[in-house]
Each structure stands twice: as C-alpha cells, then as structure tokens.
C-alpha cells in the first residue's frame, strides 16, 4: 500500500480583525500619512507606534501538521470546534491555500463539504443533477453513465423533469445526496454534516459509501462524534488546538480524544474564546435543585434550575425579545436538547438591570447517569438578532442515577443519551373471531 | 476531482501539490478545459433562470436596448443634434448600445465573481475562471439576441433606403466581440480582486460603468472630436472597437490600423495583469469573506 497522501508541516494562520472589509480610501491614507511621516491615523491606540506596523490579532488554525495516509486507508479526523479540522479540509479540498508547509495528494481528490452545491431552484431535477456532479468534478460523460443509477437511487424519477422549486425539502435533498453517493474518486473527504440526521435515506448513502470504502477507497472523514468515527473509520487522528495530538487506530483515538476533555473551571469572565457583541455577558452558571439549594450535580428525573448570571455593560439598551438559549450536549459533543424561552413562550423582560440571571427550570431532567456539558446563548431577539454572548462548554453537569421512571431502572448512557417518559399497554385486537395478536406493540 | 495536471512532483507520482505559493503565471489552462462542462452548466443555469418567472419572458432581453436606443435617439439625436455621419441615428445608436451593454455587463458581472459567489466558493473547489468563462458566454448569448433584432431593424431601414452601406468588413464582428470580452474579462478580474479586499470598489463599478460609455463614442462619432484630442481618445481601448462596430455594420466612421493595434495591446495588456491577480485572489480569498 503506498502513501497517497503526504502533509508535511502543514500550517495555516487566519488574521483576525484588520483585514476584513477594509476600505480603499482608508489603505490609501494610509499610505499617504506613511509617505509625509506622519502617525497611522487607523492605528489601535494601543499598537506599538515605533515600529509602524499594525499589530494584527493572528490565529494559528494549524500548526505543522504531519500525517500520512496509505491507499485504502479510511481515517476519522477528530476534534473539538475550533481545533483546526475544517481548515485541515478546507486545504485538502483546495478552498483555501495553506500559509506554510505543503499537502501533496495522489489521485483524483472529491470533496464533500455540503450536498446539493449550485442547485438551483428553476432549473429541474435532470439539470441540477448535471450541475452539481459537475462541480463536485465529474465530467460529461461520466454523469452521463451513471444518470439512471443517480436517479434510481433517489426515488424521484416521476419529477426528475419537474424545477426543484416544486420539490419538497425531502425530495431535494434526496437527489443532492444520490450524487454524492455516486461520485467514484480515488480519495473522498467527507464533512461530519453529511452523516448526522437520522433519516433511512442517509443510512443508505453512508452505507454505499463504506461499500465504497470496502472497495480500497482512501476516505478521509471529518467528525466529533465518537461513534460514527468508530464504525467507519480503520484509523484516527486527533487534532487539538490545530496540532496533531494523536495518530493511532480509531479506537486508541477516541479513547485519546475522550480522555484529553479538560472542563474550563474559573470565572466565566475571563474566557476570551466566546461570541457575541458582548453587552451582556454571561458571569457563572450554576445548578440549583427545586429548594433553590445549590447543586454540583444532578440525578435522572429531578427538577432542576439552571442558572445564567451575567453582567450587563448597557443598562440603558432595552431589549424586548431577548432570546436565550441553553444547549446541554454529551461529553462526545453530542446535542442531546436545546432549551430556550422561544419554545416556552417565556418573556425574559425588557429592563435587564446590570446584572441579574436568566433561570432555566428543567423538569424531570431526561438524562442518563453521565457527564453532560452545558452550552449557553444570549440574543437580543430569536429571529434577525444581534449576539450578545455565546459560550460554548460553559459548565459541567455530572448526572447521577436517579429514579426518572418511578422504577428505580435506568438504561446507560451507551443504550441512548436522553430518556423519554411514557407507559407501555397492550392492544388486543378487538375484531371477532381472529385471535388477539400482541404484534401492535412489536411492530 | 482536480485534473491530471503534472507538477514537478510527477517523478514521484503526486498528482497534486499544495503549497502557499504557486506560480504567479500558473494559470491552470489545463484545468480549466477539464472543467468546460461546468462552465456550460453554469451558462446554462444563468440562461434559464434569468428569465423564469417574469412577465415578458425572452422579451426582456430586447425591450432595455430598444428603450435606451429611443431615449439616445430623442435626446441626443433630436434634442442634442449631435451628428451621426448621415446614418439613421436609432441604427447609430442601437448598434453603439447593444455593443456597449455586451461589454459592460461582461465587466460588471465578472466583477462580481467572488463576492456573488461566496457560497458556493466556500463548499467545493473547480478553477474559479470557470465562472468569469460562462459569464461571457451567456452574455454573448444575449449580444446574439439583441443583434438579430437589431439586423432586422436594419434590414427595414435598408429597404427603405435609409443611407447604410453593409460590406465584407463584418466578418470582422467576431474578432471585435473577442476583444471586448478578454477586455470585460481582465478588467472584471482586476475588480473582482480588488474586491475581495476593498468592499467599496464594488459600489463603484456600475457607476463607473455609465460614465465610461460617455467616453467611448457610444453617443456621439470619433468624427466629432476635434483632430487635437483624438489621440486621447485612442487611449480608452473600447473607443476603436465601438468605431469598428459602425464602420463594418453601417460603414461609416473612422478606423484607423494603428487605433485597433493599441486597442489589442491595452487589451492583452489588461488581460494578462487580471489573470494575474485574479489567480492570487482567489488562493486565499475565502479566509476574508
């Protein structure tokens, strides 16, 4: 098995800031104050004025990285947001150039960072079949051959004539899916997008594409979910701050990545990697149970009281429809449920004060014995608003066992990572004469 | 899938090398003919959908040049009393207005590249020229359309014996169009570079559209320029096109061997400078959308 891809000190350093949406005439005064000797009249106050040069903010978002990756190989990239996997893609599929060091690639390269790139809502099924096989790189007569197998995979022959304006939703991404499946490369760099959801029809691309795989495919494939990592892929790497932590077999590489997890404690304060336009900022989260005691964990099936302290630097702004946000996600960075007042219907009111505290009541917390963590957003408004604050991995939520089904029994967390209410009965059949089945239940 | 373009490293068998730096003349002209088929699918889909869902369909593409040829007609053929060497002025100015609309919405459009295209840039790599290419096709599509109407309105001044001679010299016509699609070509990379950077300069390029057809004898013959200033005239390389364009299709005006050679050399001079920026734009362009 040769090497078909070789990253030798790969690199990549995004400027943060300055550069973006400069104006001309402001480069060309600029210049021109340069010229007559005169002080930079865009500098920062707080830029060093000897040197002259605009100190920009500068972010490493890969840091020599090397890696190998033999024919045939099918190698999970893992990491958290941020650790410098999109970029790693990003250069792999030619999006972006690297700013040192170099990749260099053996065969025909296709990249999957979306479905359904360049469709087109007037044009019909058959032409946008055509146009995003040819962006995705598949020529004429290599579509041509393999029109009816796209087609026939997807389901929608009878509207294959129709514009996909007239689809439903489902439709369409059904056909932007059957391309993809099909694309026959010798190297495919898949995006972690394309194998969440749970329809049947994604199972059924995922499983043309390990088939794919099967057949002596080198697959390069994105993702922070442990599982699917686990089930595809032959090798791992994991990526942390954009260098390469670990290369190994997929499953010492979860293991690595699961471990390496290391919860921010301190004050909420001073994290600097948070989003948002920053008027309100979210100070400590904490846990309180139904008493208003506080909490440093919570057991399945108690109610709970998730608190959001924060400070607010704009008093006098008043904010009618602030919309906030908590996502509770497993240590895998699996979504497990977003909560927010948008779907309770809850006012937050419109005078925040300085500071204060969004609280969250969650009952009957559905959650299985595991550590959870806890994500929170804060917006002026749900639709078209402005970020105030954005945190993500804000607090730990340990959950204990607890008597969620009023049985005493919990399922784990590997069975399933929310629980859900209910009770179960049986049905007989009720017509006469034919024997009462129990299959009602089973099916 | 890229195209099987050799690089040094062929020797080892890398079919790809991605590196910070790539050749300032790299221009990928292999790549790019791989890519033909997307240039037409993208032609294709422009074609299609800029007339879906309109009321007047096809028609649109013909109602703006015949509108801005009779308001030309009344305000500077009329009202104005500016001369058109004898020629019938709405042929005058419905041929100068359809040229100038092919080369002007080539420039505006390709311009644009990056910014409109943001999305798609963003998800999947094909040689970004592909775009520019089937911009100016569907562009000449719409020139092809405007021009038929225009031959058959000239076909009915003709046969009124309107004072129009047209000769062999309009097979020249092609080479014209080349030219003023490799112009709209080069300075559209030139812009669309610099946009990537410099947001505003997109506000600037329809304006400065308009301002640059009253200074490409679109309005008005290089006959009426004093002697003296022709010379300056002769800089703007749309100026002996657009007189070309008279001269074949009606046979009148001034074209000269010389005004069409510095015409080409600005154009290949303008061309090759946006290719080349073009190609620098767009290694990186994505990390300051």
Known sequence: ?443 | MSSEVTTPESAEGWTQVLTPDRGWLDFRLGELWHYRDLAFRFFRRDFVSSYKQTVLGPLWFVIPPILTTLVFTVVFGKIGQISTNGMPDFLFFMLGVTAWNYFASCLTRVATTFTSNAGIFGKVYFPRLVLPVSTILTNLLTFAIQFGVFLLLMGFFWVRGAPISPNWRIVILPLLLLQMGALGLGIGCIVSALTTRYRDLALMISFGTQLWMYASCVVYPLSEIPKDWRWLFILNPMVPIIESFRFAVLGGGIVEIWHLGVSAVLTAVLLFVGLVMFNRAEKTFMDTV
Request: glycine letters at 10%; one cysteine or more; a negative charge.
């Open chain 1, 1 to 443: 098995m040769s090497v078909v891809i070789r990253i030798e000190n790969l690199s990549k350093r995004y400027r943060l800031g300055s550069i973006d949406r400069r104006m001309l005439y402001e480069d060309l005064q600029r210049r021109w104050a340069k010229l007559l000797g005169k002080e930079d009249p865009f500098a920062f106050v707080n830029e060093s004025r000897k040197t002259g040069t605009p100190e920009t903010k500068e972010i490493w978002a890969l840091k020599d990285v090397n890696f190998e990756v033999r024919d045939g190989d099918v190698v999970g990239i893992i990491g958290r947001n941020g650790s410098g996997k999109s970029t790693l893609l990003k250069i792999l599929s030619k999006i972006t150039a690297p700013t040192e060091g170099s990749a260099m690639i053996k065969g025909r390269v296709a990249s999957l960072l979306e479905v359904g790139t360049g469709f087109h809502p007037e044009l019909t099924g058959r032409d946008n079949v055509y146009m995003n096989a040819s962006i995705l790189g598949m020529t004429k007569a290599e579509i041509d051959g393999k029109f009816d197998e796209i087609v026939d995979f997807s389901g929608v022959e009878k509207f294959i004539d129709t514009p996909v304006k007239r689809y439903s939703s489902g439709m369409m991404v059904r056909l932007a899916f059957a391309v993809a499946a099909h694309l026959d490369p010798e190297i495919l760099i898949i995006d972690e997008v394309l194998a969440v959801g749970d329809s049947a029809f994604q199972q059924k691309c995922l499983g043309r594409m390990s088939k794919v795989a099967r057949e002596g495919r080198t697959i390069l494939f994105v993702s922070h979910q442990a599982a699917a990592v686990e089930n595809l892929c032959t090798r791992g790497v994991v990526l942390e701050n954009g260098q390469l932590k670990f290369d190994g077999t997929q499953t010492e590489a979860i293991s690595y990545y699961v471990n390496s997890y290391t919860p921010h404690t301190g004050d909420l304060r001073e994290r600097t990697d948070r989003g948002g336009r920053g008027q309100i900022r979210f100070t400590a989260i904490e846990f309180r149970d139904r008493e208003g005691r506080a909490i440093t964990s919570a057991y399945a099936g108690q109610d709970i009281d998730i608190v959001l302290h924060y400070e607010n630097n704009a008093p006098h702004i008043v904010h009618p429809n602030l919309f906030a946000r908590i996502t509770i996600k497993t240590d895998l960075d699996v979504p497990v449920f977003v909560q927010s007042n948008l779907y309770t219907g809850d006012n937050l009111g419109a005078q925040v004060g300085e500071s204060g505290a969004f609280v969250c009541r969650l009952e009957r917390l559905p959650l299985p014995p595991s550590s959870f963590r806890l994500s929170c957003l804060i917006c002026t408004a749900p639709l078209g608003g402005v970020v105030l604050d954005d945190l993500d991995n804000a607090a730990e939520l340990p959950v204990e066992g607890g008597d969620f089904f009023g049985s005493g029994l919990l399922p784990s967390v590997h069975q399933g990572v929310a629980l859900a209410a209910g009770h179960w009965s049986l049905e007989p059949s009720a017509v006469g004469g034919t024997p009462a089945k129990s299959e009602a239940a089973c099916s």
